[in-house]
């Protein structure tokens, strides 16, 4: 009877991996799981939550942010989620309230402390001051929502993720404080840096494709004067572009910030007719492969501004 | 919420009833509206007196002064405009300009104060009251009762607002003036800087109404749309319940009559990832049946849902549906959805007796391929009786199919969905059993940001008779002017089996959506 012995042996191994097997999900199941609408929001929470937190994206950074599928694999990562982050102001609201609803997670409906909007405390612009109605486009009736284009606000995000993660995981309420003093240090620092970079280019007239920018041009001191698109949410028209080249020509603006995900085609045409440059412009981590956290991204925009604003002067 | 929308319609934002969800109504036409009907109190006033008229207008400076501090209404207010003022880098200008705004509105409301201090001192005469600031409602109670109720409410709040600091702005009414005050829910209480008259509003379900209007050419005499209709005006009112639940009603008025639709609560927190609807719905059969008209990708329903499923509206049941996800291995979505309603629906099913029920029942299985392809599987079973004898019943059959191709960098100009369905039903009738067959497949591609071009092929038995098959086929463009609207056009040919009849037809749609912004459908 020597088969049942190596068979036996076989049997422990198989039950040892299979414990292993199941000890392994159960330390990852002892990380907070965060799913955030943008990958923004992603790279913040794993900067302030380090190890103890797994974030999850629903938007890939070079997808428009407006337009994302509600997949119903998305249902699944919201099903397991211990918090929601979102950029709130209406975003989200083309696909994420059906998943919320078909999660079936107590935990992360607004108003829970699952759910965490991130607009509350930033610098939000563009809040309409009069009656909006659709004849202005697909206007956001709470403000700009493109509004972590600013690292101030990355701040004022940091800190409100930290607070979250806190309430959620007390136990790595020390770890969460020490990670958001690096972050806000590293951030002061990167801020210094990025704003030397652009004081030179202060006042620079830029044209953009959608309104995705006006926090990124308020912080380092861009003037905005026209959008390719004739009203947010509308494709560009020929009158329209006809009367941005006008304008570009009239200004001497001399570049169109395009993201990645928006046809190059009218801003290449705009360009050519005005002698601007089509700067391709990522308004979110991922954007493009190389942006791989929230400083990346800065980082990125700005370097390729300033190497295109050189070859002008 | 078992189903999604399955259009290509990345951008139908408002007419995707189905994923359509909570808003928050912010700004939009219908407040405006309310708004415009507040002139109309001050003359009210006048009639029941001028105490009347001194709540009314302390009710307005509220109001108005609410409506400028709320911050996330798009009011017109001086105050409200110089937020965002404020929120630039201050220049000197700036700052002077503000300060001479806000002078002027110090000014301004310390002459209205007086005026108005001065005005209630007279009316209040001789009264004991005059002396306590907040007596004043007393008066006006006596003369309230014939008045509408909704003065004579806010009548407290105004006094309590006058007596504290005004809070800002002297504005005209502002658009939810004393008009949308609720008297019932919320009394004398309400706090005098807050948003009385806004309260009312806020747990209001958002609203919106979507118009699909149809007109046809060519000839068909077998199954005759008019010329030109409205066909459907879908209002939807969806809203929070409570912290347990949601509310969804989908009011559809043809050019006649009105038809719940759909009505039903869902139950969002339920244990062992159950999500339950109770009410009226469109049962979950297939792929499209659970899809309201407008977000088809066709102006027309197919063959299919036609001849088996009871007509152009499909298969809408009362009662109650189940859904339960069941994780599979490597993040795929499946979904199990159990559903029991009357056994009444018109063409398709017909209760005896109280106990005839019908019954569905519906799995789902999404699979991401890439991160741009995406596939659904579903099969559906649903069985009831269909009153031609007294145990006589309807087996339904399906097995539904969609690929989605979407790569995200460019999917704002390019996207393609392929989709089919084959559906069985074996009907039990006097004379033997019908067996008939239906399928139908379809592609949407999307050329430009706004354009659509898609096609379909359909067949279907009849399902009373199932010796005659009706075949079609289908050429559609689809334009979108914006998210909201919507133009179509389908050229169509249809083959009628028992009649033996052709039809060459052209059907162009237009819809168009207002109100609050839904969700994309999927």
């Keep these: 009877m020597k088969a049942p012995r190596p068979s036996l042996r076989r049997l422990t191994a198989t039950a040892l991996a299979a414990a292993a097997a199941l000890a392994a999900p159960t330390a990852a199941a002892a990380k907070l799981r965060v799913v955030t609408s943008l990958q923004d929001f992603a790279s913040i929470t794993d900067a302030v939550g380090g190890n103890r937190v797994e974030t999850f994206a629903l938007a890939k950074g070079y997808q428009d942010p407006h337009f994302v599928d509600a997949k119903p694999s998305f249902v699944l990562q919201l099903s397991r989620a211990n918090l929601l982050e979102v950029a709130g102001l209406e975003l989200e609201i083309g696909y994420l309230p059906p998943l919320i609803d078909q999660s079936r997670n107590d935990a992360i409906h607004p108003g829970s402390a699952g759910y965490l909007d991130l607009s509350i405390g930033c610098d939000i612009l563009q809040r309409p001051s009069q009656v909006v109605t659709r004849a202005m486009g697909d206007v956001h009736p709470y403000g700009n929502p493109h509004y972590w284009t600013d690292p101030e606000n990355g701040r004022v995000m940091a800190r409100a993720i930290a607070a979250r993660l806190t309430q959620l995981d007390p136990g790595g309420g020390a770890d969460y404080a020490r990670n958001l003093a690096a972050f806000e240090a590293r951030l002061g620092a990167k801020e210094k840096e990025w704003d030397a970079k652009m004081a030179p280019f202060a006042g620079t007239k830029v044209v953009t494709f959608h309104e995705s920018w006006p926090n990124f041009a308020k912080h380092f001191r861009l003037a905005i004067v026209g959008t390719v698109e004739p009203k947010p949410g509308i494709p560009p028209t020929p009158s329209h572009t006809l009367e941005i080249v006008n304008l570009m020509r009239a200004q001497k603006v001399p570049a169109i910030l395009v993201e990645p995900y928006f046809d190059r085609k009218t801003p290449n045409y705009i360009a050519e007719k005005s002698g601007a440059k089509v700067l391709v412009f990522y308004p979110s981590v991922g954007g493009i492969s190389s942006i791989k956290d929230y400083f990346g991204l800065f980082d990125t925009d700005i370097d390729n501004f300033v190497a295109a604003m050189k070859g002008t002067r | 919420m078992t189903s999604y929308a399955v259009t290509p319609a990345r951008s139908m934002h408002q007419l995707g009833a189905r994923a359509r969800r909570r808003r928050q109504p912010a700004g939009m ?35 108005a002064g609410a409506a400028a501090q709320a911050p996330s209404a798009p009011a017109s207010a001086p105050a409200a405009a110089a937020a965002p003022a ?42 004991a009251v005059a002396a306590a600031p907040s007596a004043p409602s007393a008066p006006s109670a006596p003369i309230a009762p014939g008045a509408p109720p909704a003065p004579s409410t806010a009548a407290p709040e105004a006094v309590q607002a006058a007596a504290a600091p005004p809070p800002a702005a002297p504005t005209p009414p502002a658009p939810e003036a004393p008009a949308a005050a609720a008297p019932a829910a919320f009394p004398a209480e309400a706090p005098a800087g807050g948003a009385p008259s806004q ?26 749309l008019p010329s030109s209709e409205l066909r459907e005006s879908e209002l939807g009112l969806q809203a929070i319940v409570d912290p347990y639940a949601r509310a969804d009603f989908f009011l559809s008025f043809g050019e006649h009559g009105v038809d719940v639709e759909e009505g039903f ?34 102006p027309d329903e197919p063959l299919t849902v036609v001849n088996l499923l009871g007509g152009e509206e499909g298969w809408i049941g009362t009662g109650v549906s189940v859904a339960r996800l069941l994780p599979l291995p490597g993040d795929t979505f499946s979904e199990l959805t159990a559903q029991v309603f009357r056994g009444d629906s018109p063409n398709l099913f017909a209760a005896q007796r109280r106990g005839d029920l019908a019954y569905n029942g519906h799995y789902r299985v999404f699979r991401d391929l890439s991160e741009a392809t995406n596939v659904t599987l579903g099969l559906s079973y649903a069985y009831g009786p269909n009153g031609t004898t007294l145990d006589a019943r309807t087996i339904l059959q399906g097995l539904d199919f969609t690929l989605r191709y979407k790569p995200l960098v460019t999917g704002l100009y390019h996207s393609l969905v392929v989709r089919g369905e084959v559906m069985r039903s074996l009907r039990g009738q006097p004379g033997g059993e019908q067996r008939a067959l239906g399928w139908y497949a379809s592609a949407d591609y999307q050329l430009a940001r706004r354009w659509f071009v898609g096609g379909r092929l359909e067949a279907a038995d009849r399902a009373t008779d199932a010796r005659h098959t009706d075949t079609g086929r289908a050429l559609i463009l689809t334009f979108w002017p914006s998210e909201f609207s919507q133009l179509r056009a389908e050229l169509r040919r249809r083959h009628y089996g028992l009649e033996e009849q052709a039809a060459t037809e052209a059907l162009f749609q237009l819809q168009f959506a207002i109100g609050a912004h839904g969700a994309h459908p999927f």
């Design chain 2, 29 to 63: 036409p219908p407040r405006q509206a309310r708004g415009c009907r507040a002139p109309a109190s001050p003359r009210a006033a006048r009639r029941s007196g001028p105490i009347l008229g001194l709540t009314l207008s302390l009710a307005w400076s509220v109001a």
């Design chain 2, 86 to 127: 404020a929120a630039r880098p201050a220049s000197p200008e700036d700052i002077a300009d503000l300060r001479q705004q806000i002078a002027a509105l110090r000014r301004d409301y310390e002459e209205r104060l007086n005026a108005l201090e001065q005005r209630l001192e007279q009316l209040a005469g001789g009264t």
């Design chain 2, 199 to 224: 309260t009312s509003n806020y747990f209001n379900p958002s609203v919106s109404v979507i118009g699909n209007f149809l007109a046809v050419g060519g000839q068909n005499r077998v199954s005759t």
């Design chain 2, 265 to 298: 609560v869902t139950f969002t927190s339920l244990p062992e990832q159950l999500l339950a609807k109770v009410g009226r719905m469109r049962v979950t059969f297939g792929a499209v049946n659970s899809l309201h008209l407008h977000v088809l990708p066709w």
